[in-house]
């Protein structure tokens, strides 16, 4: 089992479905085949398109994200104990 691709965005409201930030990753399918992010709503219009760079992110460190720096609440208690990093894991382009 792995990781064929991925996108993870945080949304300012299900209203809206504005983007604050998303990380994507899906290689093969356009020119930057690296996990990058994207900031949609950036001032400076060149940032708004740009790929950052960032490696790759585990679900479980970006639903840690919600929580902590967009104070998501947690639908569960123990949450914590899920979402603790698995130790070193491959990337899946290894």
């Known amino acids: 089992m792995g990781t064929r691709g991925y996108t993870y965005a945080a949304m300012e409201d299900t209203e809206s479905q504005r983007e604050?930030?998303?990380?994507?990753?899906h290689p093969g399918e356009q020119a930057f085949?690296?996990?990058?992010?994207h900031i949609p709503d950036h001032p400076n219009a060149r940032m708004e398109h740009a790929h950052i760079?960032?490696?790759w992110v585990q679900v479980e460190a970006f639903v840690s994200m919600l929580i902590r720096e967009f104070r998501v609440k947690a639908q569960r208690t123990?949450?914590?104990a899920i979402l603790e990093p698995r130790g070193s894991q491959p990337h899946p382009w290894d």
């Open 20 to 25: 604050l930030v998303a990380f994507h990753w």
């Open 78 to 80: 123990g949450y914590r």
């Open 53 to 55: 760079p960032t490696g």
């Open 33 to 37: 085949n690296e996990p990058h992010l």
